[in-house]
């Protein structure tokens, strides 16, 4: 397919893989962010064909792994309620809390459903006004615009048996904790193209800046994944430390500004807590103050709920670099999509989930299928052009 096939063209990952080699000198641990680019790096083996030393480890960029233990039981409270209709997207409905899932509430009787966009919600709160409709918004600043819509329209229209659950979260300040961590290993980031389209990367460069370390806005196809970690070693090799945009088909520096603008005037910022990470300062987006009749945390008795995450789980490290799925004991066997411990093993954006999808708990040491985009030999009449240089076509460019 004409601009898809060329960013999974093996000829040309061959080229990219030989530049980094040419270039690096030493060994280098980089950081890909996003869920999705975790998923593109694990079914392609991409960090597989990297040159020996140049690692890739896992970010915290998967919304659902991230969204707190007390969180889910929180949603889970709601959600049994004989009085509320509790929607959600899919990939929450079988993450575990304490005492099982939203499936399992479901079959008890509970009213949960499925939306595939937060605006279905209105449509739910007209059509059954005696019961009150609970969203659960989740996840990073790619979602927050239509979750801020929701809320937004619901206080603008009076729909007042409609509320939101926020649990949103945000990038940089998760960067800011993860290197200034102790053990940190982390080098150079491949940064959230998704996010990035929203919100623009000009809040990166203080974080690039204060740290030394090279951030590179990358996208979620394997040419993508494998220009950004060249760039990143480059600039590594270069003693450079800035940010850069590879995703520049897609997004620009400023971002979107009307769905900042709309951001803005539905949330503000305040500490969030993040699963397995625990508490971040000014890392999660909150309604305000005159959204309160839209804020299901207020009007549900759910502020005490506390809870621990088991201790045999280790997403927290694997969200923070430090170690990968199968350094975990339960990993494919404790733990598997059918029977998961944590959120890692099941949403559509974990790190668990794609090792076992790709089937990394039978081979951990990754003699994997390469079947997209295995490179045959480097061949002369292949070039890689600079970014600049090529020409695409997209309605984003």
Wanted: aromatic share 6%; net charge negative; proline share 7%.
């Amino acid at each position: 397919m004409k601009y898809l096939d060329e960013y999974r063209n093996g000829d040309i990952a061959a080229k990219i893989v030989a530049e980094m080699r040419r270039v690096q000198t030493r060994p280098w641990v980089l950081m890909e962010v996003c869920g999705g680019q975790t998923h593109s790096i694990v079914k392609n083996g991409l960090d597989h064909l990297l040159p020996e030393g140049v690692e890739l480890v896992h970010g915290p960029g998967c919304p659902v792994c991230v969204t707190p233990l007390e969180m889910i039981d929180k949603a889970h409270a709601i959600a049994r309620s004989p009085k509320v209709i509790f929607c959600s997207f899919g990939d929450m409905l079988r993450v575990p809390g304490s005492d099982g899932d939203l499936f399992s509430i479901k079959s008890l009787g509970g009213d949960v459903r499925i939306v595939y966009s937060p605006l279905d919600c209105l449509k739910i709160a007209r059509a059954n006004p005696e019961k009150h409709v609970v969203f659960f918004a989740i996840g990073f600043e790619t979602t927050a615009p239509a979750n801020a819509m929701l809320a937004w329209r619901a206080r603008e229209e009076q729909v007042n048996n409609l509320s939101l659950l926020v649990s949103h979260v945000l990038v940089p300040p998760a960067l800011e904790a993860i290197l200034s961590a102790t053990g940190n290993r982390v080098q150079g980031f491949l940064g959230p193209g998704h996010v990035c389209a929203v919100m623009g990367y000009s809040e990166y460069d203080p974080i690039s800046a204060r740290h030394r370390v090279p951030i590179v806005i990358t996208g979620f196809e394997p040419i993508d994944i494998l220009e950004g970690t060249l760039m990143t070693i480059k600039q590594l090799e270069e003693g450079r430390a800035t940010v850069e945009n590879q995703y520049s088909r897609i997004l620009t520096r400023q971002g979107n500004l009307p769905a900042q603008q709309l951001i803005g005037k539905v949330f503000g910022v305040g500490d969030r807590k993040w699963r397995g990470i625990g508490s971040i300062p000014m890392s999660g987006y909150h309604l305000r103050d005159e959204f309160s009749r839209h804020d299901a945390e207020k009007l549900f008795d759910v502020a005490e709920i506390a809870t621990l995450e088991p201790e045999i789980c280790i997403s927290g490290e694997i969200l923070r670099g430090l170690k990968k799925p199968h350094d975990c004991p339960a990993f494919g066997a404790l733990c598997t999509p059918q029977h998961p411990l944590g959120a890692t093993m099941v949403s559509a954006e974990g790190a668990c989930a794609a090792y076992y999808a790709y089937g990394r708990h039978l081979n951990p040491q990754g003699a994997d299928k390469l079947h997209q985009i295995v490179p045959g030999p480097v061949r002369d009449d292949v070039s890689v052009k600079p970014r600049e240089e090529r020409e695409y076509t997209h309605a984003g460019r």
